[in-house]
Every structure is written in C-alpha cells, then in structure tokens.
Nanobody
C-alpha cells in the first residue's frame, strides 16, 4: 500500500521556523513529482512547493508558490524515503494544515495543481501566532 505520512506540525511564533516531514512508502514507481500543499478552513487547498524525483533522486523542476518563495525549502532524504519542508520566517498567514502529495511522472513536469496528484497524506497542522 502507498503511504505518505506527514509529521512535524505544531505551534510556532511568528518569525520562527518549523520543519515538516513526509515519509513515503509503497510508491509503485521510480519517477514522480512530490509536493507540499496547505489548506485552511473554507479555502481551497493551495500548492506550496514541488520537485521532481527520478529513481528517487532529486532531479530538478523545483519551484515554490510566490507566497513562500525565499522562506520555504523542499528537500529529500533518500535513505529515509522522506521529503521535508523547511519553513522559515513563518507568518500567521502560514497557519494551515499541510499535506504532502505524489504523482507518477515520466518527465519533470511538476505542478502545484491539486488535481494533478493522486497520492496524499493525512496532513499535519501548523499554527503560527
């Protein structure tokens, strides 16, 4: 079974940092896009960051939503099958449930559209005050 399990959420003061983790298992393909999304009540889920993995290794096509560019960093630890989202200079408007997602892709054509992803984690809440 495919599993994406997020962790690392919690409460943080504005200006602080937090690192989210997404441990993956069972993905039935080697080349895929991984992404982080976030959602607040009453709003649509929005893409935060994405990158392309070929054979499990980072292979470019990395980009970020304008709202987090320069503050958030997406990364990958192959040995741990884990994707990270390092969040710095956090703002109250970053408060949301954060989700990781994956989709098979033969080529580096990652997007931040929720409709493009078919594997999702359960989410982890981040509250910035």
């Amino acid at each position: 079974d495919v599993q994406l399990v997020e962790s690392g959420g919690g409460s943080v003061m504005a200006g602080g940092s937090r690192r989210l983790s997404c441990q993956t298992s069972g993905l039935p393909f080697e080349n895929y896009c991984m992404a982080w999304f976030r959602q607040t009540p009453g709003r649509e889920r929005e893409g935060v960051a994405t990158f392309y993995l070929r054979g499990g290794n980072l292979a470019g096509n990395t980009y970020y939503a304008d709202s987090v560019k320069g503050r958030f960093i997406i990364s990958r630890d192959n040995a741990k099958n884990t994707v990270y989202l390092q969040m710095n200079s956090l703002k109250p408007e970053d408060t949301a449930a954060y989700y990781c997602a994956a989709v098979k892709r033969l080529y580096p054509s990652c997007t931040l559209k929720t409709s493009d992803y078919n594997y999702w984690g359960q989410g982890t809440q981040v509250t910035v005050s």
